[in-house]
T-cell receptor, first 114, second 116 residues
Framework: EAQVTQNPRYLITVTGKKLTVTCSQNMNHEYMSWYRQDPGLGLRQIYYSMNVEVTDKGDVPEGYKVSRKEKRNFPLILESPSPNQTSLYFC?????????????FGPGTRLTVT | AQTVTQSQPEMSVQEAETVTLSCTYDTSESDYYLFWYKQPPSRQMILVIRQEAYKQQNATENRFSVNFQKAAKSFSLKISDSQLGDAAMYFCAYRRIIQGAQKLVFGQGTRLTINP
């Protein structure tokens, strides 16, 4: 089954404790992206990647890191989480180029930083 | 910068009736895509319908249709014969491609309630 998976689905942590949210897709997509969803703000892009070892900042990259060592995986790293990073996070992927434009979303990760 | 505005934070409709959700966007581009996503309580983002800017014909998917007004930069979603399963948060999104990089910008969302 074609899908984007994220882990964990729920996470409660404390300020300053490094964490990683994993994202994996099985559709051979070149493009992957992370979003955060906050009430009244919709989804905002954090980072994206167009291929292995190619990443770039989105609209709200501060406090986050990403890596793309393999095509299928795109982990999101919070090296020193703060309460303002409490949010719902989505990973998404799609093909690049042409008209195959649909982004497939993961199930979301609810993060709470206390 | 591209922005997407959904001016209705909440909407409600009686089951079996029709409801229209509004979306406006701001862009100077001529080639782009527009989407409506549905987010039910499960939080999963589900693509409802898409519209390519170069197509004048409004997209339709079963009970879902759009009214795309390119000059007015308006992209509303009409849901006909509303069903209880349509209750969800709906997001309008704008997408452009620059040198292969995708930029997907979302509106604030509209929470739709279906009254039985």
């Amino acid at each position: 089954e074609a899908q984007v998976t994220q882990n964990p689905r729920y996470l409660i942590t404390v300020t300053g404790k490094k964490l990683t949210v994993t994202c994996s897709q099985n559709m051979n997509h070149e493009y992957m992206s992370w979003y955060r969803q906050d009430p009244g703000l919709g989804l905002r892009q954090i980072y994206y990647s167009m291929n292995v070892e190619v990443t770039d900042k989105g609209d709200v990259p501060e406090g986050y890191k990403v890596s793309r060592k393999e095509k299928r995986n795109f982990p999101l790293i919070l090296e020193s989480p703060s309460p303002n990073q409490t949010s719902l996070y989505f990973c998404a992927s799609s093909f690049l180029g042409g008209r195959r434009y649909e982004q497939y979303f993961g199930p979301g990760t609810r993060l709470t930083v206390t | 910068a591209q922005t997407v505005t959904q001016s209705q934070p909440e909407m409600s409709v009686q089951e079996a009736e029709t409801v229209t959700l509004s979306c406006t966007y701001d862009t100077s581009e001529s080639d782009y895509y527009l989407f409506w996503y549905k987010q039910p309580p499960s939080r999963q983002m589900i693509l409802v319908i898409r519209q390519e800017a170069y197509k004048q014909q409004n997209a339709t998917e079963n009970r879902f249709s759009v009214n795309f007004q390119k000059a007015a930069k308006s992209f509303s979603l009409k849901i006909s014969d509303s069903q209880l399963g349509d209750a969800a948060m709906y997001f309008c999104a704008y997408r452009r491609i620059i040198q292969g990089a995708q930029k997907l910008v979302f509106g604030q969302g509209t929470r739709l309630t279906i009254n039985p």
